[in-house]
Every structure is written in structure tokens, then in C-alpha cells.
């Protein structure tokens, strides 16, 4: 099992960035998919970024090009730097690990065994 603890959310305004962090303890390895989630009131959670153990990523569209995911396997931490950021970016973040194929990573979110407690991010104008 692997704990995870998010960090870095907040309020913002419109245009401007924030970095989230997720700290994990616990072993994740090659066959781990490390991903950023994210949940608005009424709506459902959707997959935002996910990286593999070496570094391939993928991206939501809505993010495209504005968000960028990294990971410091060293650390055992996940990244997420938001750029541009727009009122509909506001959610509650959640960072999520599991032993799911890469070309599934942002397609599930039953398959993820390990949750953190999210981070509230606040986009306004």
C-alpha cells in the first residue's frame, strides 16, 4: 500500500499558477501509473495528467498545454504545475498511484488502489 499526502492547493485568480505536490511513501516502481484526478462539486471525477515510473506523459485536453506533470522518483513526489489557470480548473485535486498499463492511467479510476485526501484548488476573476 502506498500513502499519499497532497500539498500545494489554494486560491488563485484567473491567469495565474500554482504547483501541487504528492509525497509517497510506500514502494512505487516501474509498474506503478502515478496520476492527478480531480472532482467539482455535482461532477464526477476526471483524470487530469499521469506519468509512468520513466517519465511518459499524458494529458486531459482541457489541460493541454497549461498543466505540465513531473515526478522525482528519488523524492517519491508527484508534481503539478497549473498554468493559465481558468475558473473551471477549480476542484478538489486528488493524487492517485496503482499498477495500472500506462494507456489506461487516465481512462480508470476504480483500478487505483491508493488515494490521497486531495487538495482544494480555487481558480476566481
Known amino acids: 500500500q502506498v500513502q499519499l499526502v497532497e500539498s500545494g492547493g489554494g486560491s488563485v485568480q484567473t491567469g495565474g499558477s500554482l504547483r501541487l505536490s504528492c509525497t509517497a511513501s510506500?514502494?512505487?516502481?516501474?509498474?506503478?501509473?502515478m496520476a492527478w484526478f480531480r472532482q467539482a462539486p455535482g461532477k464526477e471525477r476526471e483524470g487530469v495528467a499521469a506519468?509512468?515510473?520513466?517519465?511518459?506523459?499524458m494529458y486531459a485536453d482541457s489541460v493541454k498545454g497549461r498543466f505540465t506533470i513531473s515526478r522525482d522518483n528519488a523524492k517519491n513526489t508527484l508534481y503539478l504545475l497549473m498554468n493559465n489557470l481558468k475558473d473551471e480548473d477549480s476542484a478538489m485535486y486528488y493524487c492517485?498511484?496503482?499498477?495500472?498499463?500506462?494507456?489506461?492511467?487516465?481512462?480508470?479510476?476504480?483500478?487505483?488502489?491508493?488515494w490521497g485526501q486531495g487538495t482544494q484548488v480555487t481558480v476566481s476573476s
Open positions: 492517485a498511484a496503482g499498477r495500472i498499463a500506462y494507456v489506461r492511467c487516465l481512462r480508470t479510476t476504480d483500478e487505483y488502489a491508493d
Open positions: 510506500g514502494y512505487t516502481d516501474r509498474g506503478y501509473c
Open positions: 506519468i509512468a515510473f520513466e517519465g511518459s506523459t
